[in-house]
């Protein structure tokens, strides 16, 4: 099976389904000439032409407002807002329209669009191109919201979310792009070429949404997270020599809440991490329901390693970055609560 | 409503008559004052980009950084129209506006490799960073999203009736965002000094001007808000100066907002990580050795014998020590305590 980046990964899914759906359409700014900011969309304008890959105005707002439309008439949008930090704009278009449509219609119509967008820091983009926003989509009823961690999952969570009827966020951790990352930012990072997530399979097949995957098994204390904290989870995990099991949740919404309780009823602990900050983030959502569904099975209150409630800071971006010292501190004291 | 009902003057344009739109001047002569001036300033700036790109390069600077390098005119020629007070704004490639605000190269380098000397203490970076004493308001990492602020500012000077004009810098990438016809449309409504500077350099990051905007000519693009609009060769630090004068006047009698565009060129990529495959080596070149706007003065002044190459030489030697003096703080500031993560997020 041939080894790729994430960003390849992403590119053979748009490429796969634009090949098999004349409906599928990609833009967005600097997507068609230029190939991405990342590159992800890059060489597609030359397979498919100018009318199926083009770039948009800097213009987030229009950009999803004119997906939506196009995906209310029966094509599959699939853009890409060049940064998550970049989608404030566009927020109105997808609460207020993408995820109302089908509601608003009784069924009649539906708005299968994807919405690509990096996600993350640990590149040094300051605070207005290091968020993570997906709490403020897993708000909202009538949206997907998708994270994958490594380019074999990237592939397939983006074939089945273009295949989705429904709008989907599709977040990628930018930090992933290239290669898995512990969060030791001083240590040189392994490619995907040399790391088996990131095998991918040559044409078309899906991941499906709201199933989650069990990245390590273990027996002491439950690990949630998503996107690049798997890796931090994994280094964790490691450095600590606690019997972890780290499940990658790679969809938001619909959850996979079954494999969660199933795990967490398992350990009796169990520790959430993710990069966005504390307050009300996705891990606030994800301790309600496991404190929910698992009380009597708890031995230990269930942890939250985020960012802190700060905006992302340029200088102290490592102070910032929830890595495996924080997370490790984390799991000793649920360990020992 | 509160604030109609406290300042008579801040109200709607009744009349239903435009203003005469004005054209645009040609450009005067600088004296040796002002040529000096223009490129000593200029060339400061492009130093300072010249030495950000290298320690970009040695890994001093991380993250985003977008030089300026190709379009100092702009800024220097605005500059010398502006008075006390006049606030700037723009985006993300922010550097050369603070120097033109008269920042220290110290502080904007520092902030650049996020050391606590710098003006965000090192938590903004290059893309974030602002000066209440020198009137600089930033330094916005969102494509865009400076203009209405810009206009809010303008506000503040009508609401306060003082002789103050916003210069809100954007780019033509930045032209098509929705929120600065919103603010267009306000600004001419109430009749606020703001100058739009649209720095058209022809690329929106890799995406050329023609590739994305159906109305290439940005100087209309206030048109059916009644704004006027003129085009200016960005390139020559006279023209803008010119534009300038006259834009900054035409604000500052009360005839509302005014539009330049300013055609410039960016030597150098969008940012770093930018090969700048969507244009040819020949067409960088050619602006280069044609338009470049230091040259220009440059050869001004030696033709007009104000400078010999050796006093030029000896103004460069002067600069380089200021951009040396700031590159060498930036490397050895330390980085701002830990404690200062918390610092700065609410009262």
Not at chain 2, 69 to 77: R, W
Not at chain 2, 232 to 253: F, I
Request: glycine share 10%.
């Amino acid at each position: 099976m041939p080894r790729m980046t994430m960003i390849e990964a992403i590119r053979g899914a748009m490429d796969v389904s634009m090949d098999k759906d004349d409906d599928v359409v990609v833009f967005g700014e600097d997507v068609g000439y230029f190939g991405g900011v990342f590159r992800c969309t890059q060489g597609l304008q030359q397979k498919y032409g100018r009318t199926r890959c083009f770039d948009a105005p800097i213009s987030e707002l229009g950009i999803v407002g004119a997906a939506i439309g196009m995906a209310a008439y029966g094509l599959k949008p699939c853009v890409e807002v060049q940064f998550a930090d970049y989608v404030y704009p566009a927020y109105d278009q997808i609460v207020s329209e993408a995820a109302r449509l089908r509601y608003r219609s009784n069924g009649e119509f539906t708005c299968p669009i994807v919405i690509r967008m990096p996600t993350g820091g640990g590149i040094f983009g300051g605070q207005t191109h290091s968020q993570s926003p997906e709490a403020l989509f897993t708000h909202v009823s009538g949206l997907k919201v998708v994270v994958p961690s490594n380019p074999h999952d990237a592939k397939g969570l983006l074939i089945a979310s273009i295949e989705d009827p429904d709008p989907v966020i599709f977040l990628e951790p930018k930090r992933l792009y290239n290669g898995p990352f512990d969060g030791h930012h001083e240590r040189p990072v392994t490619p995907w070429s040399k790391h088996p997530l990131g095998e991918v399979p040559e044409g078309h097949f899906t991941v499906p949404l709201g199933k989650a995957s069990i990245l390590r098994e273990g027996s002491a204390v439950t690990i949630l997270a998503y996107g690049t904290m798997v890796y931090v989870a994994e280094a964790a995990a490691e450095e600590t020599g606690i019997d972890a099991e780290i499940i990658d949740l790679r969809t938001l919404l619909p959850l996979d809440l079954d494999t969660i309780v199933a795990s967490v009823k398992k350990t009796g602990r169990c520790v959430v991490v993710h990069e966005a900050t504390l307050t009300s983030g996705f891990g606030a959502e994800l301790a309600a329901l496991v404190q929910q569904h698992c009380f009597y099975h708890l031995e230990a209150p269930v942890a939250r390693v985020t960012g802190w409630d700060t905006p992302y800071p340029h200088a102290q971006e490592w102070d910032y970055f929830p890595g495996p010292a924080r997370l490790g501190l984390a799991l000793r004291e649920t360990m020992e609560a | 409503m509160a604030v109609a009902a406290k300042k008579a003057s801040v109200r709607s344009k009744s009349d239903g008559k435009s203003n005469s739109a004005p054209v645009a001047p040609k450009p005067v002569d600088f004296n040796k004052e002002q040529e000096l001036a223009a490129y000593r300033d200029m060339l400061l700036m492009r130093r300072f980009e010249e030495k950000a790109g290298q320690l970009y390069g040695m890994g001093f600077i991380g993250g985003f950084c977008h030089l300026y390098i190709g379009q100092e005119a702009v800024v220097t020629g605005l500059k010398m129209a502006l008075i006390e007070g006049d606030q700037m704004i723009t985006a993300y490639r922010d550097h050369a506006h603070m120097l033109a605000m008269d920042m220290s190269p110290r502080g904007v380098m520092a902030e650049l490799t996020g050391r606590r000397g710098g003006y965000s203490k090192g938590k903004g970076g290059s893309m974030h960073m602002f000066s209440k004493e020198k009137n600089f308001y930033g330094g916005h990492g969102i494509v865009g999203a400076q203009v209405s602020l810009g206009t809010g500012l303008a506000f503040a000077n009508r609401y306060r009736e003082n002789k103050n004009v916003s210069l809100t810098y954007f780019g033509d990438g930045a032209a098509n965002q929705g929120q600065v016809y919103e603010s267009f449309n306000m600004a001419s409504l109430w009749k606020l000094p703001v100058i739009y500077i649209i720095e058209n350099n022809r690329y929106a990051m890799g995406t050329s001007v023609s590739r994305s905007s159906a109305e290439t000519d940005f100087s209309q693009r206030g048109a059916s808000f009644r704004i006027p609009g003129i085009q200016v060769d960005g390139m020559d630090v006279r023209a803008v100066k010119a534009a300038a004068d006259l834009a900054t006047e035409w604000c500052r009698s009360g005839k509302g907002p005014i539009i330049l565009e300013m055609q410039t060129y960016r030597y150098r990529g969008h940012s770093m990580s930018d090969p700048a495959k969507y244009r040819s080596k020949e067409e960088v070149q050619k602006m280069r050795s044609e338009h470049d706007p230091i040259e220009q003065v440059k050869a001004r002044v030696l033709e007009k014998k104000w400078a010999s190459e050796d006093d030029l030489k000896a103004l460069d030697k002067e600069v380089r020590d200021i951009v040396a003096d700031a590159a060498e703080f930036a490397q050895t500031d330390p980085e701002p305590d830990a404690s200062e993560l918390y610092t700065d997020i609410t009262h």
